[in-house]
């Protein structure tokens, strides 16, 4: 086969390619809507369908719950829920979903009140668990010889209307969470072969609940 022949099968193949990765984009896309439309999405099932329909959804672990160690010791203590990780060339970026809707009062640190109508709800902070959920990260990433990587963490409004009464930077809406994605992405500080490792390690370390409970860890 001639130069000329190469190309063009290499070309063909990655035409292909696009064409594919577009088809399955658009089937992700056409999922979430129809479950929108019929209202079968919860709010994590909100967030894990939109994060798995960008161009990040290898680098995204959901739902899996990672070993936090007796300081000192080598003992895991207990294991940390993290709601969604996402691996980004700026770091790791560590989500905490907060699902409640109307007026939050989180002028406290350790108690928010949602506020509906005459009703107020105590709840426990989401902030807590985010710090939570960024520790037992930091942790597993030290540990595979990742100490270095940036861990960010961010607690997710998912819905809009939801007003919180105090600001936080460590607070984002779900509309906004693609750009603060993009963000991290331009801030180029981990390269292609490290991010993969740290996905590999992540998967690694990450358990579902049912996994702890089958091997009472």
Known sequence: MDFIGILLTVAGVAIFALIVAALVSAFYHNQRNRARRKDNLNSRQELEAFLLDTNYRRNVFAHLYYPVLVDGTA???????VDAAVVTKG???????????????????????????????ELESPVISSEKSKTAIKGVLKRAGYGKVPVYSSVVFIYDETIPLAGYDDIVYLSELEKLIHDMNKTSKLGSIEQFYICRTLKR???????IKRKQL
Do not use: C, M, P
């Not at 370390?205 to 996994?211: I, P, S």
């Open 75 to 81: 003992r895991t203590h207990h294991y940390q829920r």
């Open 91 to 121: 770091g790791v970026l560590v989500l905490t979903v907060f699902d409640k809707t109307g007026r939050i009062d989180n002028t406290r640190e350790d108690i928010w009140v949602q506020i509906q109508d005459d009703d107020r709800s």
């Open 205 to 211: 370390a990450g358990l579902t609940k049912e996994t």
